[in-house]
């Protein structure tokens, strides 16, 4: 018998165990990164890291059936509209989701507190967020966030 053979077949299913991810995984990484970023930038009333992440034809569908652009996200970040304490997708909730090489929809649950021209809100809800490959990078181009969660 030759010894070669066993050898071998070891050292393929070691590569196997140990091999990198694969483009898809890798990019399933960098989009719930950038998700992640993106809404650190919101709670931060950071529009210049928003506009770096927003594509140029981003909108915004909210529960209540009001769009937004992109334009009117940057402009509430600019002028604080909302005042943030929290931002933050729920620990465990986010799941990236890819279709095909330039799209991935992230879902996650978002806890929402802070103020708003002068009342208090607290709350959580559920998004998608839909992210496309562009030539400078993935952009987050679509968004639709549910009504507010009951307390729970």
């Known amino acids: 018998m030759d010894i070669r053979m ?4 070891v050292a393929l299913s070691a590569c ?26 919101v709670e931060r009333n950071d529009a210049d890291a928003m506009a770096n992440i927003l594509h140029e034809d981003m909108i915004l569908v ?3 059936g009001t769009v937004y652009t992109r334009e009117d996200l940057l402009r509430s970040a600019r002028e604080q509209e909302l005042i943030y304490e929290h931002q933050v997708e729920d620990e465990g909730t986010q799941t990236v989701r890819m279709y095909g090489p330039n799209t991935a929809i992230v879902t ?7 103020t708003q021209q002068g009342g208090a809100f607290d709350q959580r ?11 400078e ?16």
């Open 125 to 135: 809800l559920w998004f998608s967020d839909t992210y496309v490959r562009t030539p």
């Open 108 to 114: 996650a649950r978002l806890w929402l507190k802070g």
């Open 6 to 9: 066993p050898l071998l077949a």
């Open 16 to 41: 196997a165990t140990t091999a990198p991810p694969t483009s898809l995984e890798a990019d399933r990484l960098t989009v719930a990164a950038l998700d992640t970023a993106y809404q650190a930038a």
């Open 137 to 152: 990078g993935w952009r987050y181009a679509f968004g639709q966030a549910s009504r507010a969660l009951p307390p729970s």
């Open 62 to 64: 909210v529960g209540a």
